[in-house]
C-alpha cells in the first residue's frame, strides 16, 4: 500500500534546517564549481558576483536554485549584497555557468561539541 504525503500541509512548507530536498545532495552534490564573491547584482535569471581572483562573474539561475542564509532557505531577494557569499554551481549543456546554491551568514554550529583528538 503506498501513501502520497502532502509534505507543504504537513510540514508548513519549509524544510527544517540541514534538510535537502534531493535525496543525492547530501552525497553527491551537484555543481563542480565553489566560488566565493560578493553579490553586485541579482535580476531574474541571473546573479551577478564580484571575486577577488577571477572578477566578475555572472551565472544564470535555475528555477530549482537554492538561497540559504544561516543554515535556513531563505528568499531569492533576501541575498546579503555587502558580505560574502558562497556560491556552488556548475556548467549546463551549453556551456554556460548556472547556479545550484547561494550560501552566506553564520556557520551553524553542531549542538553537541564534537570530540577534539
Known amino acids: 500500500m503506498i501513501h ?8 508548513g512548507g519549509r524544510g527544517k534546517v540541514g534538510s535537502v530536498k534531493r535525496a543525492t545532495e547530501s552525497f553527491a552534490p551537484r555543481g563542480s564549481l565553489s ?16 571575486t577577488r581572483q577571477d572578477g566578475t562573474m555572472r551565472f544564470r539561475l535555475r528555477a530549482d536554485t537554492l ?5 535556513r532557505e531563505v528568499a531569492a ?6 558580505g560574502p557569499v558562497f556560491v556552488r554551481a556548475g556548467y549546463d549543456l551549453n556551456g ?19 570530540p577534539r583528538h
Do not use: H, Y
Open 4 to 11: 502520497v504525503v502532502n509534505v507543504e500541509k504537513r510540514f
Open 35 to 50: 566560488v566565493t564573491g560578493v553579490v553586485r547584482d541579482l535580476q531574474t535569471g541571473f546573479l551577478e558576483i564580484k
Open 67 to 71: 538561497f540559504v542564509r544561516d543554515g
Open 77 to 82: 531577494g533576501d541575498v546579503d549584497r555587502t
Open 96 to 114: 554556460e555557468l548556472e547556479v545550484f546554491q547561494v550560501s552566506w551568514g553564520a556557520i551553524v554550529q553542531p549542538a553537541i561539541p564534537l
